[in-house]
């Protein structure tokens, strides 16, 4: 109950965060907006990295994993850190995007590209396969998501699309 107050407490300082930071043009992220996350974001993994899979400020307490994916066009390897959720002892991740209302960059590359490998801690690299929950399914975990992190409340009334819910499962 502790972990889960400071989860919603850092997911909240989060989306006031990000909601105050991005800058979009006709519902786009302008280009040096999109620069500045993806220098933001390298800053993140480095810390994630040297830190045991820790990273401080806005995410401090916030369950996070390295995603490296293929990019759905490129095929580009694309190393992504985002939030996780462990809910029954399965791992889930959330294309939520802040609210924006185009899904993260990563979403299209788990859908073209579901063999993936996560990073969770100071665990070394792991593969697993991305499945995209059903309807049904999302809106059950989503529920949790939500009760954990408030922060995605807000997120799904920014937007009109349905923000994907994924499980990353051991690929054996």
């Known amino acids: 109950m502790v972990r889960e107050r400071a989860m919603s407490a850092t997911a909240s300082r989060y989306a006031v965060w990000l ?7 006709d519902g786009c992220m302008t280009d040096d907006a999109m ?3 993806r220098e933001f974001n390298r800053q993140n993994i480095e810390e994630f990295r040297n830190n045991g899979g ?3 400020g806005q995410f401090e307490g916030f369950p996070l994993l390295i995603l490296t994916s293929s990019g759905a066009k490129s095929g580009a390897e694309r190393v992504n850190l985002i939030a ?3 809910i029954d002892d399965k791992i889930y991740v959330v294309g ?4 924006r ?32 929950l ?12 939500v009760e954990r992190a408030p922060g995605f409340a807000e997120y799904e009334k920014r937007t009109d699309r349905v923000i ?7 690929d054996n």
């Not at 059903?134 to 998501?145: A, G, L, P, S």
């Open 19 to 25: 909601a105050g930071r991005v800058k979009v043009h």
């Open 35 to 37: 620069a500045e996350e």
């Open 54 to 56: 820790k990273v401080g």
């Open 84 to 86: 996780y959720f462990d």
């Open 96 to 99: 939520s995007a802040a609210g």
């Open 101 to 132: 209302d185009e899904s993260p960059a990563w979403v299209f590359n788990l859908r073209a590209h579901p063999h993936v490998q996560v990073e969770i801690g100071s665990n070394p690299k792991r593969p697993v396969v991305a499945r995209e």
């Open 134 to 145: 059903t309807r049904e399914d999302r809106d059950r975990i989503y529920k949790v998501v």
């Open 164 to 170: 994907p819910v994924f499980e990353l499962v051991a």
